[in-house]
């Protein structure tokens, strides 16, 4: 095997075995076998281009046109012409797709599922940096940098994991990158033969022969990047800030499974995918329902619950999901003893308002909905499959409206074990203070719904706490008790921070996330906002079941059950809908009234952004090292849009209002002829003004308006070059405005981006480079040969 094919086979060992830290983050992995089959393909013609031989930048050329048609049919072949060639339908296809994988990202928990849209930006994502390692390594011979990709790709996974990746995956990195270096140094030693060192001695004083002979520049400066380039990856994971619950946060879940029952659910958090909408300035509707409940004030519509405690997050278990049943079993622990009504609910969703999770008011003994919807059983809850949301979805749900006794829940009996075991799990890392502080509160109290009372009156009532939108939620361990300390903040601090109390007193909690019920309408039916969006605790009670208590000051109702008045009743049995309301759905969703304009000035309805993370951790590492990583991680990002930040600065700078006069003219004339370059047309210095317009309307396909702009600036030119007196020109700045859109829209959607992202105009700072080190160079040599004639001849005084 020659040198280069050994070291081609090396660039990709190594990029695959520093992609298997993304293995953990999607389940079934096969991805990783696409990737490592469309990698191949690549080497391979690498390897065919260099053997011809090619110039290198058409050896990399050659690579992305394969790489290019092989995603292409793996990934849009419906859509390609001949089922590989990318055309206009394919590339829309492969931007829906990875717009989807996107917002998949941001929706799943680790490990997401291998959906079409993920499995795009993994196999896209290492063929990409593969293609880096190859072109690095291979084409240039420079294995050494080939390093710093395969840093990026593990930092990635290790960062997206929470600096949890594991000793094994960054030893399988580690061990491809050395693998890269000595086939690269196996590969330069053949060239030159082999290197003579001295006979091996066992370091004799005075002896000038090292044992094993010298170490060459290549190989030291190998093991130097080698020995950084593991320190970085040791280290960044620790400093980067946890990603919990989701890969990029937490989202909407999706089920696995087919048709029948079976399958699992993805530990999510359903509400990021509201996150853009909760900051939204003005409310809107998501949903609208008629109901025949007598009083809707209990009525929450409840998506999913959180029942996991890691101490940094609270996020919602992987569950074993199953076909819809047409009526859902009894509520677990929920006696016929206690008041229980039946009610029904009609309801219809916003086509505009797409989740993965339905909302439904808990705890719902049957649901009526078309599409694929599955069951999680733990939760009671529903949840879309195959991409199906609730987009303009209509549904009927028959719930039960259970109100026990402050009674009833006080000589509850113990819960059962399993329940008990996995609901009040809290970790060691949870802070002492925590608990010290539920003791404190609930001092005196004499069962566990004394406790649950004591705790909801002093977050909602009596502790001093104040509902601010505008708080962060934090990172870390040490969250809750920054809340605790601060008393300051909003749903997602009181119901989080709840849960985590109540579990240290031993009540069995979690943290349901959803909607309060909404507003009623002039027409009888209930609009529920966006702003309406909602996380509440849930505590168990045997014989009640999971019962709802309200923390959060002015937000939502207080249950019944856990005030002074609470009414007692006597047993009963379900009681059938009542026929006095209508429950049709209304029609269309309309604009949501359950913001006043009162409590927007006040901010009682403001975004609830940290409902998009589903955290109350604190804590966390250190400051300045977050500062300091997230600072590198941005300026390596920012790198790919230097020549759009330059583009865009020096265009400001040339059409500023400052500068009068020819000057000014010209620097719009410059800033035209860089506009045209951008789309294709190639400046000409040799040109007059008025024939490089001619040429710029020509060839840049201009017409109207656009046309007319570029020749009256042109004749602007001359006069301000020829003229011995110019006449002032205004509107100069416009008509380069009124040119470039001239281009935009005449412009296919690849010249567009190109001129966005990579504008051809950008040569002018390599050959402004090239300029100021020609001309510094010069310079210096001209004084090192005068410095030097001196000191040869020295000159001597008489």
Same mark, same amino acid.
């Given at each position: 095997?020659?040198?280069?094919?050994?070291?081609?086979?090396?660039?990709?060992?190594?990029?695959?075995?520093?992609?298997?830290?993304?293995?953990?983050?999607?389940?079934?992995?096969?991805?990783?076998?696409?990737?490592?089959?469309?990698?191949?393909?690549?080497?391979?013609?690498?390897?065919?281009?260099?053997?011809?031989?090619?110039?290198?930048?058409?050896?990399?050329?050659?690579?992305?046109?394969?790489?290019?048609? =092989?995603? /292409?049919?793996?990934?849009? !072949?419906?859509? #390609?012409?001949?089922?590989? +060639?990318?055309? *206009?339908? %394919? @590339?829309?296809?492969?931007?829906?797709?990875?717009?989807?994988?996107?917002?998949?990202?941001?929706?799943?928990?680790?490990?997401?599922?291998?959906?079409?849209?993920?499995?795009?930006?993994?196999?896209?994502?290492?063929?990409?940096?593969?293609?880096?390692?190859?072109?690095?390594?291979?084409?240039?011979?420079?294995?050494?940098?080939?390093?710093?990709?395969?840093?990026?790709?593990?930092?990635?996974?290790?960062?997206?994991?929470?600096?949890?990746?594991?000793?094994?995956?960054?030893?399988?990195?580690?061990?491809?990158?050395?693998?890269?270096?000595?086939?690269?140094?196996?590969?330069?030693?053949?060239?030159?033969?082999?290197?003579?060192?001295?006979?091996?001695?066992?370091?004799?004083?005075?002896?000038?022969?090292?044992?094993?002979?010298?170490?060459?520049?290549? =190989?030291? /400066?190998?093991?130097?990047? !080698?020995?950084? #380039?593991?320190?970085?990856? +040791?280290?960044? *994971?620790? %400093? @980067?800030?946890?990603?919990?619950?989701?890969?990029?946060?937490?989202?909407?879940?999706?089920?696995?499974?087919?048709?029948?029952?079976?399958?699992?659910?993805?530990?999510?958090?359903?509400?990021?995918?509201?996150?853009?909408?909760?900051?939204?300035?003005?409310?809107?509707?998501?949903?609208?329902?008629?109901?025949?409940?007598?009083?809707?004030?209990?009525?929450?519509?409840?998506?999913?619950?959180?029942?996991?405690?890691?101490?940094?997050?609270?996020?919602?278990?992987?569950?074993?999901?199953?076909?819809?049943?047409?009526?859902?079993?009894?509520?677990?622990?929920?006696?016929?003893?206690?008041?229980?009504?039946?009610?029904?609910?009609?309801?219809?969703?916003?086509?505009?308002?797409?989740?993965?999770?339905?909302?439904?008011?808990?705890?719902?003994?049957?649901?009526?909905?078309?599409?694929?919807?599955?069951?999680?059983? #733990?939760?009671?809850?529903?949840?879309?499959?195959?991409?199906?949301?609730?987009?303009?979805?209509?549904?009927?749900?028959?719930?039960?409206?259970?109100?026990?006794?402050?009674?009833?829940?006080?000589?509850?009996?113990?819960?059962?074990?399993?329940?008990?075991?996995?609901?009040?799990?809290?970790?060691?890392?949870?802070?002492?203070?925590?608990?010290?502080?539920?003791?404190?509160?609930?001092?005196?109290?004499?069962?566990?719904?004394?406790?649950?009372?004591?705790?909801?009156?002093?977050?909602?009532?009596?502790?001093?706490?104040?509902?601010?939108?505008?708080?962060?939620?934090?990172?870390?361990?040490?969250?809750?008790?920054?809340?605790?300390?601060?008393?300051?903040?909003?749903?997602?601090?009181?119901?989080?921070?709840?849960?985590?109390?109540?579990?240290?007193?031993?009540?069995?909690?979690?943290?349901?996330?959803?909607?309060?019920?909404?507003?009623?309408?002039?027409?009888?039916?209930?609009?529920?906002?966006?702003?309406?969006?909602?996380?509440?605790?849930?505590?168990?009670?045997?014989?009640?079941?999971?019962?709802?208590?309200?923390?959060?000051?002015?937000?939502?109702?207080?249950?019944?059950?856990?005030?002074?008045?609470?009414?007692?009743?006597?047993?009963?049995?379900?009681?059938?809908?009542?026929?006095?309301?209508?429950?049709?759905?209304?029609?269309?969703?309309?604009?949501?009234?359950?913001?006043?304009?009162?409590?927007?000035?006040?901010?009682?309805?403001?975004?609830?952004?940290?409902?998009?993370?589903?955290?109350?951790?604190?804590?966390?590492?250190?400051?300045?090292?977050?500062?300091?990583?997230?600072?590198?991680?941005?300026?390596?990002?920012?790198?790919?849009?230097?020549?759009?930040?330059?583009?865009?600065?020096?265009?400001?700078?040339?059409?500023?209002?400052?500068?009068?006069?020819?000057?000014?003219?010209?620097?719009?004339?410059?800033?035209?002829?860089?506009?045209?370059?951008?789309?294709?047309?190639?400046?000409?210095?040799?040109?007059?003004?008025?024939?490089?317009?001619?040429?710029?309307?020509?060839?840049?396909?201009?017409?109207?308006?656009?046309?007319?702009?570029?020749?009256?600036?042109?004749?602007?030119?001359?006069?301000?070059?020829?003229?011995?007196?110019?006449?002032?020109?205004?509107?100069?700045?416009?008509?380069?405005?009124?040119?470039?859109?001239?281009?935009?829209?005449?412009?296919?959607?690849?010249?567009?981006?190109?001129?966005?992202?990579?504008?051809?105009?950008?040569?002018?700072?390599?050959?402004?480079?090239?300029?100021?080190?020609?001309?510094?160079?010069?310079?210096?040599?001209?004084?090192?040969?005068?410095?030097?004639?001196?000191?040869?001849?020295?000159?001597?005084?008489?």
């Amino acid at each position: 095997m020659s040198g280069r094919a050994r070291l081609t086979l090396a660039a990709w060992a190594a990029t695959l075995m520093a992609a298997g830290a993304l293995l953990p983050l999607v389940k079934p992995a096969t991805w990783i076998f696409t990737a490592a089959f469309v990698l191949a393909l690549v080497s391979g013609v690498g390897t065919l281009a260099r053997r011809m031989p090619l110039a290198r930048p058409l050896t990399l050329l050659a690579q992305l046109v394969v790489a290019l048609l =092989a995603l /292409t049919a793996l990934f849009a !072949g419906d859509q #390609a012409i001949l089922l590989f +060639l990318p055309g *206009p339908q %394919a @590339l829309a296809h492969a931007a829906d797709l990875f717009a989807a994988g996107a917002e998949d990202v941001g929706r799943y928990a680790i490990p997401a599922p291998d959906t079409e849209g993920i499995r795009l930006m993994l196999v896209g994502g290492v063929v990409a940096i593969g293609l880096m390692v190859d072109t690095l390594a291979v084409t240039f011979r420079k294995a050494a940098p080939a390093g710093l990709p395969l840093l990026a790709l593990y930092s990635v996974a290790a960062g997206l994991s929470g600096g949890g990746a594991g000793w094994l995956w960054f030893l399988l990195a580690a061990s491809g990158y050395l693998l890269l270096l000595l086939a690269e140094g196996r590969d330069r030693l053949s060239q030159w033969g082999r290197v003579f060192g001295g006979a091996r001695r066992a370091g004799r004083p005075g002896s000038s022969v090292a044992v094993g002979g010298p170490t060459f520049a290549p =190989a030291r /400066t190998g093991r130097r990047i !080698g020995v950084v #380039a593991m320190g970085v990856a +040791l280290v960044v *994971p620790f %400093a @980067l800030p946890g990603f919990t619950g989701g890969l990029i946060g937490s989202g909407g879940g999706e089920g696995t499974g087919g048709e029948g029952g079976g399958g699992t659910i993805s530990a999510v958090n359903p509400l990021v995918s509201l996150q853009d909408n909760l900051r939204q300035q003005e409310d809107r509707e998501v949903l609208r329902y008629r109901t025949n409940a007598r009083d809707t004030s209990g009525l929450y519509l409840r998506l999913v619950a959180l029942d996991q405690f890691d101490g940094t997050s609270w996020k919602s278990s992987v569950r074993p999901i199953e076909a819809v049943p047409q009526r859902l079993p009894w509520p677990e622990g929920l006696s016929r003893n206690v008041l229980i009504t039946e009610v029904t609910s009609n309801f219809v969703a916003s086509e505009g308002y797409e989740q993965k999770w339905l909302p439904m008011p808990y705890p719902a003994g049957r649901v009526d909905i078309d599409g694929r919807w599955r069951y999680e059983p #733990a939760g009671r809850m529903l949840v879309g499959d195959d991409k199906q949301t609730t987009s303009g979805a209509r549904y009927t749900v028959s719930s039960l409206d259970v109100q026990p006794t402050s009674e009833q829940l006080a000589a509850a009996g113990e819960a059962p074990e399993r329940l008990l075991r996995e609901y009040t799990r809290v970790p060691s890392s949870l802070p002492a203070d925590v608990k010290a502080t539920a003791l404190r509160i609930t001092r005196g109290a004499g069962n566990d719904y004394e406790q649950a009372v004591k705790l909801q009156d002093w977050f909602a009532r009596d502790g001093g706490f104040r509902y601010d939108v505008n708080v962060e939620s934090g990172t870390g361990v040490q969250a809750i008790s920054r809340f605790l300390r601060d008393k300051e903040g909003f749903c997602v601090h009181f119901s989080f921070s709840m849960a985590a109390m109540a579990r240290s007193l031993g009540i069995p909690a979690r943290v349901a996330v959803g909607f309060m019920p909404g507003t009623t309408q002039t027409d009888g039916s209930v609009s529920v906002g966006i702003r309406d969006a909602h996380a509440w605790p849930e505590l168990y009670f045997e014989g009640a079941g999971w019962t709802r208590f309200e923390p959060t000051p002015s937000r939502g109702s207080t249950p019944s059950y856990t005030q002074d008045d609470t009414p007692s009743g006597t047993a009963t049995g379900p009681a059938q809908p009542q026929e006095s309301a209508s429950a049709q759905p209304s029609v269309a969703p309309s604009a949501s009234e359950s913001c006043t304009p009162q409590e927007r000035r006040l901010g009682d309805c403001g975004p609830e952004e940290a409902l998009a993370g589903a955290e109350t951790s604190g804590g966390g590492p250190d400051p300045l090292t977050v500062t300091l990583t997230v600072v590198g991680i941005l300026a390596v990002l920012a790198l790919p849009l230097l020549p759009l930040l330059w583009r865009r600065r020096v265009r400001a700078r040339r059409l500023a209002p400052a500068g009068a006069g020819g000057a000014r003219t010209l620097a719009v004339w410059r800033e035209i002829v860089d506009t045209a370059w951008d789309y294709g047309v190639d400046p000409d210095e040799s040109q007059t003004p008025r024939r490089t317009a001619a040429r710029i309307v020509e060839r840049g396909g201009l017409a109207g308006e656009a046309a007319e702009a570029v020749h009256r600036v042109a004749r602007a030119v001359e006069e301000a070059l020829y003229a011995p007196n110019p006449r002032p020109v205004s509107g100069l700045a416009e008509e380069a405005t009124r040119i470039r859109t001239g281009f935009h829209e005449t412009a296919d959607r690849g010249n567009r981006l190109r001129a966005l992202l990579a504008p051809r105009s950008a040569a002018r700072v390599r050959w402004a480079a090239a300029g100021w080190w020609t001309d510094t160079t010069t310079k210096w040599s001209t004084r090192r040969t005068t410095l030097q004639s001196r000191l040869r001849h020295p000159r001597t005084t008489p």
